[in-house]
């Protein structure tokens, strides 16, 4: 008869991808195999890393706590390196906490008891005191409760080579992206100048502008959602200036800032964007959801042309966004286009980034402590290309993967998309700090 999981096809997705995106092979079942952690020990030796997953509930909850083993040449000796716990609640979400422990499990050391006197783990005796308060601390359990253990099941990893070090940079990214978030739910634009600060976004047909927004918006709903139309098509998909505003969540409320979208500049002429439009959409004229016309631009004379101006309805803040991939290839037509939206841009005083989207490697991009960008990055052609031609300081060229086919979030790539923000919002200040 074969042994299966207890896991749920959703707790087993979000496991796997905790660990990056591994493989999860079941070793062995405490209902099937006993709950003698000897007979665990013997069975699973000499099979890697693994993960033992406890099942438990009491009055209040029913959770699945995790701890993964990373191991040397035996499972006699294996380092704890963090919990996760899934609670079955309306949010059913993925929590872990970094222990970095080196304690070892002895065999004197083996059983952990619950208080319904079942075995629950394995964990060294001398430690389980500090695992009762991260646990506690850092997920929300409180295991000193009467909770009832019902099984326990150990998996092995396969398909990564340093699980341990993928799982100690993930908890620090989720650990920075609800920094992030708390961050810029609290931002206000400088001097409260302005209620919301005004981001346009401003680049190449296709190169993922109308997916950052939708990237921006998962993060702030913690879901995948895909409100811009996206495409692959030579011609743009998008053909109305719209003005988002980003929610905190499906029905918080609307943040200090907006992320404007444009059509997308063409390297043909009479095609694209027209650069007679970039003046008006700079000083807020254009209002939303109008529809561009890359053979007729705007004019004053338009019935919803925007004429009494403040600054609340002008850009803040402009950012070029690139196909990173692509910038080697850029035609001298597109070139003359980009030069030409940037005197624009310069001539309105509007601060201004590069953004450069795709990016593969995206998990390089920031130093380990996720707050600065690798100067492997920084140093590479693409970015030096674009400094030169544009005349942007580095610090304001930005790297960004957006959610394209994904189903999930990924909180390394949230803390890029958030950092990005952030430093957008940084740039916007300024301009208003300029402001005479």
């Not at 959703?10 to 062995?28: A, I």
């Not at 989720?174 to 609290?186: F, I, M, S, V």
């Not at 998909?237 to 918080?252: A, F, M, N, Q, S």
């Not at 402590?369 to 690798?374: F, G, I, R, V």
């Amino acid at each position: 008869m074969a042994v299966t999981t207890r896991l749920t096809w959703k707790e087993e997705k979000s496991l796997q991808q905790l660990l990056g995106n591994v493989s999860l092979r079941l070793l062995y079942k405490s209902r099937v195999h006993g709950d003698s952690p000897e007979n665990m020990l013997r069975k699973c030796a000499l099979q890697g890393s693994t993960i033992t997953v406890i099942y438990f509930h009491n009055s209040q909850q029913d959770c699945i706590l995790g701890y993964l083993t990373v191991i040397d040449y035996d499972f006699i000796k294996p380092k704890v390196f963090f919990y996760s716990s899934f609670e079955k609640d309306e949010t059913s979400k993925t929590k872990a906490a970094c222990l970095n422990t080196t304690q070892k499990i002895t065999d004197e050391e083996l059983a952990f008891y619950s208080s319904d006197n079942k075995i629950f783990s394995v964990i060294p005796k001398n430690s389980r005191l500090f695992i009762h308060d991260v646990l506690r601390e850092r997920l929300g359990l409180n295991l000193y409760g009467n909770f009832k253990y019902s099984e326990w099941e150990v998996f092995r990893l396969e398909g990564i080579k340093d699980v341990a070090g993928y799982v100690r940079k993930r908890t620090r990214a989720t650990e920075r992206r609800n920094e992030l978030l708390e961050d810029l739910r609290a931002y206000k634009p400088y001097a409260d100048l302005v209620s919301e600060i005004r981001i346009l976004l401003l680049g190449p047909v296709g190169s993922g502008k109308s997916s950052f927004f939708n990237s921006v918006k998962s993060v702030f709903q913690g879901h995948v959602t895909r409100q811009a139309a996206v495409g692959a098509d030579l011609t743009s998909i998008t053909e109305l200036y719209r003005v988002y505003p980003i929610k905190d969540g499906e029905d918080g409320k609307s943040l200090s800032f907006m992320l404007c979208d444009s059509m997308g500049l063409d390297e043909k002429k009479g095609a694209g964007l027209c650069l007679d439009d970039i003046p008006y959409i700079l000083k807020g004229c254009i209002p939303d959801r109008y529809q561009f016309s890359p053979h007729k631009p705007v004019t004053p004379s338009h019935p919803t042309f925007i004429t009494s101006l403040s600054l609340k309805e002008r850009i803040h803040c402009v950012a070029y966004v690139l196909d990173i991939n692509s910038i080697s290839n850029l035609s001298s037509n597109m070139v003359a286009k980009l030069k030409q939206v940037h005197k624009e841009v310069l001539n309105c005083g509007i601060a201004h980034v590069a953004l450069l989207t795709k990016v593969n490697n995206y998990d390089e991009v920031l130093q380990d402590d996720l707050l600065n960008m690798n100067k492997s990055m920084t140093s590479k052609t693409q970015v030096m290309n674009i400094q030169r031609m544009l005349n942007i300081p580095i610090s304001n060229i930005l790297m960004v993967e957006n959610y394209a086919s994904e189903l999930t979030l990924n909180p390394l790539k949230d803390v890029l998309i958030l950092s990005v923000l952030k430093q957008m919002l940084r740039a916007a200040d300024d301009f208003l700090q300029d402001l005479p």
